[in-house]
């Protein structure tokens, strides 16, 4: 028990809890604005949510959304085929979670992808000024956890959470299409602890099953952490769904086992 007493020890444990919840706000902010609202439009939020999200996403990831969204679209136009950004199928689901920041980055900086993928979401004059600026919002994040907790605290958090929403992500993608159940008939599968861990993601073959549904759950025993979150929206009027019920797509693409 001594060593639950030593002040490092106890200061790395507090970091990783603090760095869980920063990861926890930004895979909220990646499920409900990024891949739910803005990648499938299964769900439209009004002005005063998406630019709270937006700025949100901007200092705990830097993600700039429109690269996000047209990485995540060609993934959806070409699942585990050719041309797929991140298949585990392809490329192997251990490369995959070792590589999949790599896998992103050469996507998302090419032109053409983010030409055809994302038209619908244009560069904006906040986009210029701010939310490019990756490395300045990602200062901005890691500035308020050290003013806040102070610089030791602060800094550790930050590479807690960096690690921990980065290894989530790449799970989605690696894990998420290789292992878990499948009741529908695609390469992705659910994995509950994942869920867990990502705000609902974890429930992959449920998304590819349904894209547009903005509820990743599909059964009782099934637990959608986002789905939380967009029904407060929806409640509070920030926010309307597309869809009312479930729609199953067509697998076209989808190789029904991996």
């Known amino acids: 028990m001594r060593c639950y ?14 760095g869980f919840a920063v990861s926890v706000v930004a895979n909220l902010c990646t499920t409900v604005y990024l891949h739910r609202a803005l990648s499938h439009r299964a769900l439209t939020l009004k002005r005063p949510a998406a630019e709270v999200f937006r700025f949100l996403l901007w200092i705990t990831t830097g993600i700039r959304p429109r690269q996000w969204v047209a990485v995540h679209r060609k ?6 085929v050719e041309g797929d950004p991140h298949s585990p199928v392809l490329l192997g689901w ?10 992103y980055r050469r996507e998302a900086k090419d032109p053409d992808t983010v030409a055809r993928y994302a038209k619908d979401v244009p560069r904006t ?12 919002g990602l200062a901005i994040g890691t500035g308020v956890l050290v003013l806040v907790f102070g610089w030791q605290l602060g800094l ?5 959470h960096l690690n921990l929403y980065l290894a989530g992500s790449a799970a989605v993608n690696a894990i998420g299409h ?22 609902g993601e974890g429930l992959h073959n449920n998304h ?6 903005a509820r990743l759950s599909h059964r009782w025993f099934e637990i959608d952490p986002g789905w939380w979150l967009v029904k407060l929206l929806v409640v509070t009027r920030l926010a309307s769904l597309r869809l009312n019920e479930r729609k199953l797509a067509t697998p076209r693409r989808e190789r029904a086992s991996v």
């Open 75 to 80: 993934h959806h136009a070409f699942t585990d």
């Open 125 to 136: 004059r906040a986009d210029r000024w701010f939310y490019d600026r990756a490395l300045v």
């Open 5 to 18: 007493r030593s002040p490092m020890v106890r200061l790395s444990l507090l970091a990783v809890l603090i």
């Open 156 to 160: 550790l958090a930050a590479f807690a």
């Open 178 to 199: 290789h292992f878990g159940r499948r009741p529908y008939p695609n390469g992705a599968g659910n994995l509950q602890w994942l869920a867990f861990l990502t705000a």
């Open 94 to 103: 251990v490369t995959v979670q070792m590589k999949n920041v790599a896998l």
């Open 208 to 213: 590819h099953a349904a894209p547009t549904s």
